[in-house]
């Protein structure tokens, strides 16, 4: 099935796809190929049209799905995703695989079952500082009563309201005192309640950790595994590349880099282009041996 | 001193930017955990990365540990003595077996 694209009802389809005329954005066509990508993994129908719409433009994509790797490669430009990320994700294009797919899988499940509830403390520390707070006012105000009814004694004034005032207070302050025992118990308990989450979310940071050293190790078996396939690449793509004796020490032209990944990899939806390297978008695609949108 | 421990990748990456990008409030950086001085600046990077990574971010305070305060006797001298022990591949529940010294379940139940 040849790719095809349709903008505002007009139809373009072939290997090489020119857009420039129609002035879309490069995001408007990434996201109607990623729209096609997510329709295949949801009932499995990759013909249907995927169309995305931004800025009163509406971009459809009908043609071969996204397959692996596309995310990586859909869009080549000369900062991220690294070389090595790219190179492995040709090669993942391809069908290859790396020895550690299997345990990234187990990990990934592992990850997936894992469940880290919350574990916040804020209204119960919130909860002991106002209870404390309570206390210390109330203890003040306490002080300062018995020192006014202490001052009227000496002069012999009338004490029964301050009197009065100062048993109100002092009921008041035993009140708050209760409240912040309950307080501080309860931040207590909910401090120990939260240790095992705590402990799950630890888990969870050394699976995390692990999977990411595995899939680096996946990267550079890939990467290295299409590296020779790549130098070939290198010296069909416009750009001076060096692709050294393995994939850490590739130097040169960084998008050139990419455009050999591509060379390299094997995708049947196309990938879009912005920059100004070929003279159009078909020779482009028969260079990149991939099928291209030029926007 | 404030003691944050943070418990994902994203917290521990704006951990080690934040202690390096104000070394002033940084007492010590270990892996994902730091102490921060006991100052506003401390508070402040402890509440920012709370505020940002939510429960993956624990903040604890801490003060020094003063022994001859803190911790019984009993406890000081079972550590001096472990240490002195003739053999070095003596577990030290094995060491304290039909000692005085303290068995380690009944020190992981009590209490400072």
Same mark, same amino acid.
């Given at each position: 099935?040849?790719?095809?694209?349709?903008?505002?009802?007009?139809?373009?389809?072939?290997?090489?796809?020119?857009?420039?005329?129609?002035?879309?954005?490069?995001?408007?066509?990434?996201?109607?190929?990623?729209?096609?990508?997510?329709?295949?993994?949801?009932?499995?129908?990759?013909?249907?049209?995927?169309?995305?719409?931004?800025?009163?433009?509406?971009?459809?994509?009908?043609?071969?799905?996204?397959?692996?790797?596309?995310?990586?490669?859909?869009?080549?430009?000369?900062?991220?995703?690294?070389?090595?990320?790219?190179?492995?994700?040709?090669?993942?294009?391809?069908?290859?695989?790396?020895?550690?797919?299997?345990?990234?899988?187990?990990?990934?499940?592992?990850?997936?079952?894992?469940?880290?509830?919350?574990?916040?403390?804020?209204?119960?520390?919130?909860?002991?500082?106002?209870?404390?707070?309570?206390?210390?006012?109330?203890?003040?105000?306490?002080?300062?009563?018995?020192?006014?009814?202490?001052?009227?004694?000496?002069?012999?004034?009338?004490?029964?309201?301050?009197?009065?005032?100062?048993?109100?207070?002092?009921?008041?302050?035993?009140?708050?005192?209760?409240?912040?025992?309950?307080?501080?118990?309860?931040?207590?308990?909910?401090?120990?309640?939260?240790?095992?989450?705590?402990?799950?979310?630890?888990?969870?940071?050394?699976?995390?950790?692990?999977?990411?050293?595995?899939?680096?190790?996946?990267?550079?078996?890939?990467?290295?595994?299409?590296?020779?396939?790549?130098?070939?690449?290198?010296?069909?793509?416009?750009?001076?590349?060096?692709?050294?004796?393995?994939?850490?020490?590739?130097?040169?032209?960084?998008?050139?880099?990419?455009?050999?990944?591509?060379?390299?990899?094997?995708?049947?939806?196309?990938?879009?282009?912005?920059?100004?390297?070929?003279?159009?978008?078909?020779?482009?695609?028969?260079?990149?041996?991939?099928?291209?949108?030029?926007? | 001193?404030?003691?944050?421990?943070?418990?994902?990748?994203?917290?521990?990456?704006?951990? +080690?930017?934040?202690?390096? !990008?104000?070394? =002033?409030?940084?007492? $010590?950086? @270990?892996?994902? /955990? %730091?102490?921060?001085?006991?100052?506003?600046?401390?508070?402040?990077?402890?509440?920012?990365?709370?505020?940002?990574?939510?429960?993956?971010?624990?903040?604890? +305070?801490?003060?020094?540990? !003063?022994?001859? =305060?803190?911790?019984? $006797?009993? @406890?000081?001298? /079972? %550590?001096?003595?472990?240490?002195?022990?003739?053999?070095?591949?003596?577990?030290?529940?094995?060491?304290?077996?039909?000692?005085?010294?303290?068995?380690?379940? +009944?020190?992981?139940?009590?209490?400072?």
């Amino acid at each position: 099935m040849t790719p095809a694209v349709v903008v505002d009802g007009r139809r373009y389809s072939g290997q090489g796809i020119d857009l420039r005329d129609e002035e879309v954005a490069p995001e408007t066509v990434v996201a109607a190929l990623d729209r096609a990508g997510n329709a295949e993994a949801l009932d499995g129908e990759p013909d249907d049209a995927a169309t995305a719409a931004s800025a009163d433009r509406t971009v459809a994509y009908h043609g071969p799905s996204p397959g692996v790797g596309h995310g990586i490669l859909r869009e080549p430009a000369d900062g991220r995703p690294t070389l090595r990320a790219t190179l492995a994700a040709a090669a993942r294009s391809r069908g290859l695989t790396a020895s550690v797919d299997d345990d990234i899988e187990g990990i990934r499940a592992q990850l997936a079952s894992l469940s880290v509830g919350s574990a916040s403390t804020a209204a119960q520390r919130r909860r002991e500082s106002a209870a404390g707070a309570d206390v210390a006012e109330l203890r003040e105000r306490v002080a300062a009563l018995r020192g006014q009814l202490e001052a009227r004694r000496e002069v012999g004034a009338p004490t029964e309201a301050v009197a009065e005032k100062i048993a109100a207070a002092a009921a008041e302050l035993s009140e708050a005192e209760t409240e912040r025992v309950a307080a501080e118990q309860a931040l207590a308990d909910a401090e120990r309640r939260s240790r095992p989450n705590r402990a799950a979310r630890r888990r969870r940071l050394r699976l995390q950790d692990r999977l990411a050293n595995l899939e680096r190790d996946a990267r550079a078996e890939l990467a290295a595994a299409v590296h020779d396939d790549f130098a070939a690449a290198a010296e069909a793509v416009p750009g001076a590349v060096d692709a050294g004796d393995d994939p850490g020490s590739i130097s040169g032209d960084r998008l050139a880099a990419r455009y050999a990944a591509l060379r390299v990899a094997d995708l049947d939806a196309p990938v879009v282009l912005t920059g100004g390297r070929f003279p159009d978008a078909d020779a482009a695609a028969a260079t990149l041996s991939t099928p291209v949108v030029r926007v | 001193m404030l003691v944050v421990v943070t418990y994902s990748r994203e917290a521990r990456t704006t951990l +080690r930017n934040a202690c390096r !990008n104000n070394e =002033a409030a940084v007492v $010590e950086r @270990v892996g994902r /955990a %730091a102490l921060l001085a006991a100052t506003e600046l401390g508070a402040f990077l402890a509440l920012r990365l709370r505020a940002k990574h939510g429960a993956d971010v624990w903040v604890g +305070r801490t003060e020094p540990f !003063n022994e001859f =305060a803190d911790a019984p $006797e009993a @406890v000081r001298t /079972a %550590a001096t003595a472990y240490e002195d022990r003739e053999s070095p591949y003596t577990p030290y529940a094995k060491f304290a077996a039909g000692t005085d010294h303290p068995a380690p379940e +009944r020190m992981a139940d009590r209490e400072l």
